[in-house]
């Protein structure tokens, strides 16, 4: 693996398969009493947050924990860049303390990249913008991964606000890697413009249709609307786009019991998915969450242990 995890573009298909065997191994630590490796020790690794979160950081901060690096929180709100410091030089300063890994989440797409730049230490990219959040999207695959087996040859279906969505960016590039079929299904004002080429190239489909795809589908994904990255009417009313693209409970009985269903949280109940949906038993979205902590310690073991650890 690189030094840094800015993209999904930084792992090839092995690298990704050689992660998700690490992180097997991590949630056997999970369910450990005493959850703790030294693996990490005298390592420090700093979650420098730029914009809210509660699974990602939490689960970064506990992943450095077990495996014994010192980790440091700090959040926009707290830090000297809401004095007006800039990201340069805000990140500098930490770095200059001597990091090992900065874990990143900007609202700006391309900042992951453009501090790997400017810093020595190994640069995890939690979020930036609406580009990429390639940790969601290793831990999606790893939970579709422990639930269906290899994902080579599986339907997953990407559904909801993709315009907007970094999730849904990492987690196309991360599937097809894997050899799974995806289809990525939105309303035609939250379909990412160029998407056409994009989805020839990298050999994926798209859909305005819901009830089309939904049927052929071996796993769905739902994915959040982000009203805080909408400036402007993107769909004429909540019940439209629920009446549209929603997971609701009509479509929960077309899906039938058996088909995984995902969100990368926060979610909107009752407005891209019912809660009937959330809370069904094939949901995994707490299984997710869970997977959230042991994909992040292996993507910090694959980036700073060395290799006689
Ligand atoms: C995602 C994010 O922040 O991009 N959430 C997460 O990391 N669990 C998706 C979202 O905010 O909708």
Redesign the pocket.
């Known amino acids: 693996m690189r030094r840094h995890l800015l993209s999904v573009d930084d792992v090839d298909a092995d690298e990704i398969a050689a992660l998700l065997a690490t992180a097997t191994e991590m949630h056997d630590v999970q369910r450990r009493q005493v959850k703790k490796l030294p693996a990490l020790r005298g390592r420090t690794v700093i979650n420098l947050f730029f ?6 950081r939490s689960s970064f901060e506990i992943a450095g924990k077990w495996l014994s690096a010192d980790t440091v929180n700090i959040t926009g709100k707290g830090s000297s860049a809401s004095k007006g410091e800039s990201l340069r030089d805000t990140v500098r300063t930490i770095a200059a303390m001597g990091v090992d890994a900065l874990v990143i ?1 900007h609202g700006a797409s391309g900042s992951a990249q453009q501090v790997a730049q400017w810093v020595d230490a190994s640069v995890v990219n ?2 930036d913008g609406t580009h990429e ?1 390639p940790s ?1 999207a290793l831990l999606d695959a790893y939970t579709l991964q422990q639930r269906m087996g290899p994902l080579e040859g599986r339907h997953v279906v990407l559904v909801g ?1 993709l315009t907007h ?3 849904f960016r990492s987690n196309v590039k991360c599937l097809t890697k894997l050899g799974a079929e995806v289809t990525a299904v939105a309303p035609p004002t939250l379909m990412p413009s160029g998407v056409e080429a994009w989805s020839r190239e990298a050999g994926f489909a798209t859909s305005y249709d819901l009830d089309e795809v939904l049927p052929k589908a071996d796993a769905v994904m739902m ?2 609307v ?1 009203r805080e990255r909408m400036a402007g009417g993107y769909f004429p009313s909540a019940r439209e786009y629920t009446v549209g693209y929603g997971l609701t409970r009509d479509r929960l009985d077309v899906l039938g019991p058996d088909v995984p269903i995902c969100h ?3 979610m909107n109940r009752g407005l891209e998915i019912a809660a009937d949906a959330a809370d069904a038993a094939q949901s995994l979205v707490l299984d ?1 969450v869970s997977a ?1 902590v042991a994909v992040r310690m292996a993507i910090l073991y694959h980036l700073l242990a060395g290799e006689d650890s």
């Open positions: 914009e809210d979160s509660t699974r990602t989440r939690a979020g959040h969601q606000d969505s970094r999730v994915l959040r982000q990368p949280g926060p997710q959230g």
